[in-house]
């Protein structure tokens, strides 16, 4: 069964809680909690079918970065171990999410590893790999946004 | 506490702080709109002085819940006596109960200044003309306070701080509350404040900084400005920091009042220079310390710590304010701006 969509669902329960629910109530602050529960829900119906994919197009992302930093910075996360890159077909949240906290706790040591080199110029091309990196993850989210 | 218990805890409170009263009687007191962290209540309060009757309007701050900030409030509570004063406008502090003892949570009582402070109106364009007229007055009240001496034996509410580290301290007290609350590693973040600290400028002249001086936080009776409030943040450190913070885009008055205009009324009372690089620096820095207090608040209600369904979703709003740190940070990423 497909029928009622998540999203739909979502927003009718938004809806009713806006229009009808808080409506019904005096003005104050449970008035006001149903009014931030009704935003939350609304959010949540626009954007959860794109959590997963674009948290898995950010997890691709870091990686190819990582690949594609200097040796001497790849190595220093050699410390952090590794985790399986092969995601199932259709992945749970939590396990893109496992992932892309593993990813996260890399690019932490990437930065204390560049804090530590001698050389400028590899410092400088490791800050703006990282730096433009940041900069898609939050065009990713930024599609979210919008959509929410 | 219910209100009769309020009412009692309040009048044994003036009864303590203020010698000579005698009945005392608290009246109409009501729940009025506070802000993440604290309930605020209005009131009046009467006693005998033992010479005649004497009447304040009130209003009460008391930390009940954890907010997205716990500041310690005696600070606070000095300060507004310290700038009521000195003809800042600011409400007066009354009576301080740091520990609770009498109303049941950590709260002061201060002066009731009369006024609205609706943020709708005031970037509303068609009360433009007032609202511009506002924000003139705002950033003479800015200039005002940025002016005042400080360095006198009766002021004793902010940690002193030099030219050479106004600027580390603060983002230092950020990135202490960010390592605390955050609930992932935020590389993100951690690059932002690493940007911050390679970046520190040396302040001009150390000034108090009101530390969330924004549109949001003033008090108006038609067009006259008739204080500001919320001096929870407020530090010793960079006039820059709230000038750059009164114009962020989420709240900036720009559609009323140009940015160029805002600074042409600030420099008419306050004559000095303010440094364009420092100013960059702490508009990248108001982002990243408003990214960190929209997660604080997140972490606080993921944690139970509160309640307020406003505070749930707040990691959306850090990813607003890293994508305006990103967008304005230097395209060298910033080895010296």
Same mark, same amino acid.
């Given at each position: 069964?497909i029928?009622?969509?998540?999203?739909?669902?979502?927003?009718?329960?938004?809806?009713?809680?806006?229009?009808?629910?808080?409506?019904?109530?005096?003005?104050?602050?449970?008035?006001?909690?149903?009014?931030?529960?009704?935003?939350?829900?609304?959010?949540?119906?626009?954007?959860?079918?794109?959590?997963?994919?674009?948290?898995?197009?950010?997890?691709?992302?870091?990686?190819?970065?990582?690949?594609?930093?200097?040796?001497?910075?790849?190595?220093?996360?050699?410390?952090?171990?590794?985790?399986?890159?092969?995601?199932?077909?259709?992945?749970?949240?939590?396990?893109?999410?496992?992932?892309?906290?593993?990813?996260?706790?890399?690019?932490?040591?990437?930065?204390?590893?560049?804090?530590?080199q001698?050389?400028?110029?590899?410092?400088?091309?490791?800050?703006?790999?990282?730096?433009?990196?940041?900069?898609?993850?939050?065009?990713?989210?930024?599609?979210?946004a919008?959509?929410? | 506490?219910?209100?009769?218990?309020?009412?009692?805890?309040?009048?044994t409170?003036?009864?303590?702080?203020?010698?000579?009263?005698?009945?005392?009687?608290?009246?109409?007191?009501?729940?009025?709109?506070?802000?993440?962290?604290?309930?605020?209540?209005?009131?009046?309060?009467?006693?005998?002085?033992?010479?005649?009757?004497?009447?304040?309007k009130?209003?009460?701050?008391?930390?009940?819940?954890?907010?997205?900030?716990?500041?310690?409030?005696?600070?606070?509570?000095?300060?507004?006596?310290?700038?009521?004063?000195?003809?800042?406008?600011?409400?007066?502090?009354?009576?301080?109960?740091?520990?609770?003892?009498?109303l049941?949570?950590?709260?002061?009582?201060?002066?009731?200044?009369?006024?609205?402070?609706e943020?709708?109106?005031?970037?509303?364009?068609?009360?433009?003309?007032?609202?511009?007229?506002?924000?003139?007055?705002m950033?003479?009240?800015?200039?005002?306070?940025?002016?005042?001496?400080?360095?006198?034996?009766?002021?004793?509410?902010?940690?002193?701080?030099?030219?050479?580290?106004?600027?580390?301290?603060?983002?230092?007290?950020? #990135? !202490?509350?960010?390592?605390?609350? &955050?609930?992932e590693?935020? +590389?993100?973040?951690?690059? %932002? @404040?690493?940007?911050?600290?390679r970046?520190?400028?040396?302040?001009?002249?150390?000034?108090?900084?009101?530390?969330?001086f924004?549109?949001?936080?003033i008090?108006?009776?038609?067009?006259?400005?008739?204080?500001?409030?919320?001096?929870?943040?407020?530090?010793?450190?960079?006039?820059? #920091? !709230?000038?750059?913070?009164?114009? &962020?885009?989420?709240?900036? +008055?720009?559609?009323?009042? %140009? @940015?160029?205009?805002?600074?042409?009324?600030?420099?008419?009372?306050?004559?000095?220079e303010?440094?364009e690089?420092?100013?960059?620096?702490?508009?990248?820095?108001?982002?990243?310390?408003?990214?960190?207090?929209s997660?604080?608040?997140?972490?606080?209600?993921?944690?139970?710590?509160?309640?307020?369904?406003?505070?749930?979703? &707040?990691?959306?709003?850090?990813?607003?304010?890293?994508?305006? @740190?990103?967008?304005?940070?230097?395209?060298n990423?910033?080895?010296?701006?």
């Open positions: 069964m029928e009622p969509a998540p999203s739909d669902l979502l927003n009718n329960v938004a809806i009713v809680l806006r229009e009808e629910v808080a409506s019904s109530i005096p003005e104050g602050e449970a008035r006001n909690q149903i009014k931030a529960a009704s935003v939350i829900i609304r959010r949540i119906a626009k954007v959860w079918d794109l959590i997963i994919p674009t948290l898995q197009e950010e997890n691709r992302d870091i990686e190819e970065c990582v690949d594609s930093l200097p040796e001497s910075i790849r190595n220093s996360v050699e410390s952090l171990g590794s985790i399986s890159r092969e995601i199932p077909i259709a992945p749970k949240f939590s396990e893109v999410a496992q992932r892309n906290k593993f990813l996260q706790e890399q690019l932490l040591e990437i930065h204390k590893s560049a804090d530590r001698n050389s400028e110029e590899i410092r400088k091309e490791v800050e703006s790999i990282l730096t433009n990196l940041y900069r898609r993850n939050l065009a990713r989210e930024k599609v979210l919008d959509r929410g | 506490m219910n209100t009769e218990e309020l009412e009692r805890g309040l009048s409170l003036i009864a303590n702080r203020e010698p000579r009263s005698d009945h005392i009687t608290i009246t109409d007191l009501r729940s009025i709109s506070g802000g993440n962290a604290r309930s605020a209540y209005s009131f009046d309060a009467k006693w005998f002085n033992g010479k005649k009757d004497e009447t304040r009130c209003v009460l701050l008391l930390q009940l819940n954890k907010g997205q900030l716990d500041q310690e409030l005696s600070p606070e509570f000095d300060l507004l006596d310290f700038l009521s004063k000195r003809n800042i406008p600011s409400p007066s502090s009354y009576w301080l109960d740091a520990s609770g003892h009498y049941g949570a950590p709260g002061f009582v201060m002066e009731h200044v009369s006024g609205r402070g943020l709708r109106n005031l970037l509303n364009s068609k009360y433009k003309v007032r609202n511009a007229y506002l924000a003139k007055q950033a003479e009240a800015a200039a005002r306070l940025h002016n005042v001496n400080w360095n006198t034996s009766d002021f004793k509410s902010c940690e002193i701080v030099t030219k050479e580290n106004a600027a580390i301290k603060q983002v230092s007290i950020w #990135e !202490d509350l960010f390592l605390i609350h &955050r609930m590693p935020l +590389p993100i973040l951690v690059n %932002a @404040f690493g940007w911050l600290k970046n520190c400028p040396v302040a001009e002249r150390i000034v108090i900084v009101h530390g969330d924004r549109f949001g936080n008090l108006y009776e038609d067009d006259k400005l008739t204080s500001i409030l919320d001096w929870e943040m407020a530090h010793l450190g960079d006039a820059c #920091e !709230d000038i750059a913070w009164a114009y &962020r885009p989420l709240w900036s +008055p720009h559609p009323q009042l %140009a @940015f160029s205009q805002f600074l042409k009324h600030y420099l008419k009372t306050r004559s000095v303010l440094n690089r420092t100013l960059l620096f702490y508009r990248l820095f108001s982002e990243v310390k408003h990214a960190v207090i997660l604080t608040g997140a972490n606080t209600f993921a944690g139970g710590g509160n309640h307020n369904l406003r505070l749930a979703d &707040r990691m959306t709003w850090t990813t607003e304010c890293l994508r305006q @740190f990103y967008e304005w940070l230097p395209s990423n910033g080895r010296g701006l």
